[in-house]
């Protein structure tokens, strides 16, 4: 490969495997790293200046997650998600999350809610500053502790799952266009909903902010 962006790597060999994994998501976000084209270890290794082991291993952790593929005695190919993935992923999220911020709003407490304020302005933040890594994994977190709430983890780890499956493509395309911040203060809309006690008002917003979700990210995938 030979251009991927240089990042300082030095840790255990278990810190080290989940710092190259967080480099590679953050190259998939950039583009630095293609769908649909097959990546090697050891070239990636050696743009970041350490050992073929510890990038197979998070190349593992990212097939995992669906986010690459194994492509025998060649590398690992980067997952392409066309547009009936992201429909049938933001379905399935739908049925699980429309009615769980509905159902959260009526047992959480006030303070619970209060607690994620502060994700949320993080990832307006992170949307306004250009902050792609940022606004991803505060996004994340915003939404899955909101869903964790409701005390069902199964719930939690299936929404989790979807996410890394559809959310990393298209962002760069999102945030160029401006698309990005409007959709980032949603979470705020939504808390206030929630913490006034309006659940179909939370339901509703959460109905629009999938779609719109789903809208921006289609659009994205486009420009790509």
């Known amino acids: 490969m030979g251009h991927l962006t240089h990042r300082d790597l030095n840790a255990s060999r278990e810190r080290l495997r989940d710092q190259v994994a967080h480099a590679l998501r953050a190259a998939l976000i950039s583009g630095e790293l ?32 669906g ?7 060649k590398g690992f190919r980067v997952t392409e998600v066309d547009e009936r993935d992201l429909d049938q992923y933001t379905e399935i999220r739908a049925l699980i999350e429309i009615p769980t911020v509905g159902r959260v709003t009526g047992i959480a407490s006030r303070e619970d809610l209060e607690a994620l304020r502060p994700v949320a302005e993080e990832i307006v933040r992170a949307a306004r500053e250009h902050d792609l890594i940022g606004y991803l994994e505060a996004d994340r977190l915003f939404h899955l502790t909101l869903l964790g709430l409701a005390g069902n983890e199964r719930l939690v780890e299936t929404v989790g799952d979807l996410r890394k499956r559809s959310r990393l493509y298209g962002l760069t395309a999102l945030d160029r266009s401006g698309d990005l911040v409007p959709s980032a203060e949603e979470h705020l809309e939504l808390l ?16 629009r902010h999938l779609g719109h979700v789903r809208s921006l990210w289609a659009e994205g995938k486009r420009e790509r």
């Not at 290794?45 to 197979?56: K, L, M, Y």
Request: glycine fraction near 8%.
């Open 192 to 207: 206030d909903l929630m913490i006034a006690g309006d659940a179909e008002g939370a339901e509703q917003c959460m109905t």
């Open 34 to 65: 293609r769908p649909g084209v097959v990546y090697s270890a050891p070239t990636l290794a050696e743009d970041f200046g350490i050992s073929a082991t510890p990038v197979r291993e998070a190349m593992l952790d990212l097939a995992r997650e």
């Open 67 to 73: 986010l690459v593929e194994p492509v025998r005695n």
